[in-house]
């Protein structure tokens, strides 16, 4: 809109200029005044005074003719101007009634779309609410499940800890553990192995389990495991106390080593054995310990020709 009044005011100014100069072109200028010839007894001076006078209303009287005539002009271009700012205004205000009808009707649309969204977030907060109470609830139980677990299972903690205080318990443990394994690999007692039955020929021990091999070949386990540092470790409540009972369980494991070592299972024993002797350890967990506290400590008992073994290693060992 600035724009046009800018044009318009220049055409109309452009106008003006044009009346202007045709109004010059066209004025006629003022007749010579005939002064008459004066007397031989006037002086020059006066001639001259009367001249200039006559002169100066000529200009006078062609100044407010010209003024008149740039007036005209200008209030002609204003006239033209307003006739066509008023086109221009009505022109743009039916422009600007269309637009407002046409982002009338988006907005309409928009809004519509809008809502629509809003009703279906809605829906979904609502199903999200309540597929979440839903879960929670689930999971509320599972927590309640579990602290009823962990409870169960550190009374059983403290009671297995109590039932391997002495060694005869720990001993019939692992015994039972051992024959849980050998169970799962398929072995029948009196078919496979025998239990607690003295080595044949002149020796007096009496090894745990005697495996009966293809060819009448043996091979021989013992299942008593030192476990009482161990347990002692698991109760520690200092870094000093874990260190100290650590130190004694891999005493308490090397002295059982050479203990079983010693028997000779397999030079005394009349049958075709197997060199070495198996120390069962009843637990996977008490087996990486041992790795963790002394790493040389299964290949020394290697040495000594006795085969520390885990169930899953004894079972893949029997397999």
């Known amino acids: 809109m600035e724009v046009v009044l800018v044009v318009l005011l220049v055409a109309a100014v452009g106008v003006a200029a044009w009346l202007l100069g045709t109004r010059r072109a066209t004025v006629v200028p003022p007749a010579p005044v005939v002064v008459p010839a004066p007397p031989a007894t006037v002086p020059p001076e006066v001639v001259e005074r009367a001249v200039a006078a006559a002169v100066a209303q000529a200009n006078q009287q062609a100044s407010a003719e010209r003024d008149q005539a740039v007036k005209a002009a200008v209030d002609h271009a204003l006239t033209l101007v307003q006739a066509q700012l008023g086109a221009t205004t009505q022109a743009a ?7 407002q009808q046409l982002i009338d009707a988006k907005l309409g649309e928009v809004q519509a779309g809008v809502q629509g969204d809003l009703q279906r977030l809605a829906h979904l907060v609502q199903q999200l609410g309540q597929s979440t109470s839903e879960r929670l609830a689930v999971v509320d139980h599972s927590l309640q499940a579990h602290a009823e677990i962990t409870q169960s299972l550190a009374g059983t903690a403290n009671s297995l800890r109590e039932a391997l205080a002495s060694s005869n318990a720990r001993g019939q443990w692992g015994e039972r553990m051992a024959e849980d394994v050998l169970r799962l690999a398929g072995m029948q007692e009196r078919v496979n192995y025998v239990k607690r039955t003295a080595v044949s020929g002149e020796g007096t021990g009496i090894p745990d389990f005697t495996f009966l091999l293809p060819k009448g070949h043996v091979l021989f386990m013992d299942v ?15 870094e000093a106390e874990r260190s100290a009972h650590r130190a004694a369980f891999v005493r308490d494991v090397r002295a059982r080593v050479r203990e079983l070592a010693k028997r000779e299972y397999a030079r005394v024993d009349d049958r075709p054995a197997v060199d070495n002797v198996l120390l069962f350890v009843p637990n996977e967990s008490l087996a990486a310990f041992i790795h963790e506290a002394d790493g040389q400590l299964v290949e020394d008992a290697l040495r000594e020709r006795v085969v520390i073994c885990s169930p899953l290693t004894l079972f893949a060992f029997l397999g």
């Open 224 to 238: 008593k495991f030192p476990m009482a540092a161990y347990l002692k470790y698991l109760e520690a409540g200092t």
């Open 93 to 99: 205000d039916a422009a600007l009634a269309g637009r």
